[in-house]
């Protein structure tokens, strides 16, 4: 098993600027990859960022490629995303995610294996 846990939201203006962070244990030798999701009210489980663990490649939603960045550390095991220029469109809980193979791809959270339990982002206007 892997245990993901997210730290890093809050309340923040339209503008201002938030960090998550999503640290990852347990068997995390067995994880390819890892992301953050997003999932506003009555709304769908939306992608918003992931990289293949080994690196090289990250995916991020088009929506916000222009305003967060997805890092992570040498080691593997804590993924950030910082997130700028937030819009109240944002709001929404974010939650991290780790796949042990993407057989339905990198934006599919079908992929995703282990979730952590969100952590809210809220943007006012």
């Known amino acids: 098993q892997v245990q993901l846990v997210e730290s890093g939201g809050g309340l923040v203006q339209a503008g201002g600027s938030l960090r998550l962070s999503c640290a990852a244990s347990?068997?995390?030798?067995?994880?390819?990859?890892m992301g953050w999701f997003r999932q506003a009210p009555e709304k769908e489980r939306e992608f918003v960022a992931a990289?293949?663990?080994?690196?090289?490649?990250?995916a991020m939603a088009d929506s916000v490629k222009d305003r967060f960045t997805f890092s992570r550390d040498n080691a593997g095991n804590t993924i950030f995303l910082q997130m700028n220029s937030l819009k109240p469109e944002d709001t929404a809980v974010y939650f991290c995610?780790?796949?042990?193979?993407?057989?339905?791809?990198?934006?599919?959270?079908?992929?995703?294996?282990?979730w952590g339990q969100g952590t809210q982002v809220t943007v006012s206007s």
């Open positions: 347990g068997r995390t030798f067995s994880t390819s990859s």
């Open positions: 995610a780790a796949a042990e193979s993407t057989a339905w791809g990198l934006r599919s959270p079908r992929s995703y294996d282990y």
């Open positions: 990289s293949i663990r080994s690196g090289g490649y990250t």
